[in-house]
């Protein structure tokens, strides 16, 4: 006989579930728990390749968040504007090819809320550290707003902002940890968001940092 008599504490499970932020938006809490081992082997090969940088944006501000792409596309900002690119213009090479386990993770989560056959060409690698934040923003430079977009959060945890179709739309905050997905498409699809400036809760494996995976269909 076994005495299972932990097993079932819920405390001690990781919350599940999916959560309809909007008629199109789930939050798919946990999701990404069981990919975490292999996510972050490849994590560090894209950005050994494709190493982090602080991109400035066209009005001439420095981001404060830190970012790298691997896909067939990568997003990126300069004085110029906001586009896709299919090389990093830092090395002159193409990006990272997607890593299978990341592939794989979005295409999983993107049918769990209901789009089947989401094939991502794009993964924007975010990296935030205490006191970093992004700002209240559209995500339009894609040329398929049919596609949904699925974003992964790792590390430490975040408060998400999730407004309207207005700017001056007061943005509900939702709280974002470890593991989290979250699935936008449809009529959410053009939606401000952002991200409130982090704070210093040291994870366990990736210390003061949290990192954003965002998977598109870019070009
Ligand atoms: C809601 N990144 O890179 S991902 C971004 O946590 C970005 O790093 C945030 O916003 C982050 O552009 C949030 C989630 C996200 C991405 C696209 C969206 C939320 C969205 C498009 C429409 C509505
Ligand atoms: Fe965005």
Redesign the pocket.
Known sequence: MTLDLFDDAPEAEPQRGKEAIGPGAFVLRGFALPSVGELLPALEAVAQHAPFRHLVTPGGFTMS?AMTNCGRLGWLSDRRGYRYAERDPQTGAPWPAMPAAFERLARTAAAEAGFEGFAPDAC?V?RYEPGTR?SL?Q?KDERDHGAP?V?V?LGMP?V?LWGGLARSDKPRRIPLAHGDV?V?GGP????Y?G?LPLEDRPHALFGSRRI?L?FRKAG
Do not use: E, K, P
């Open positions: 968040v924007l975010n992004l923003h995500d977009i974003s959060s975040a998400f979250v936008w959410d699809r053009l939606r968001h991200v954003n965002t």
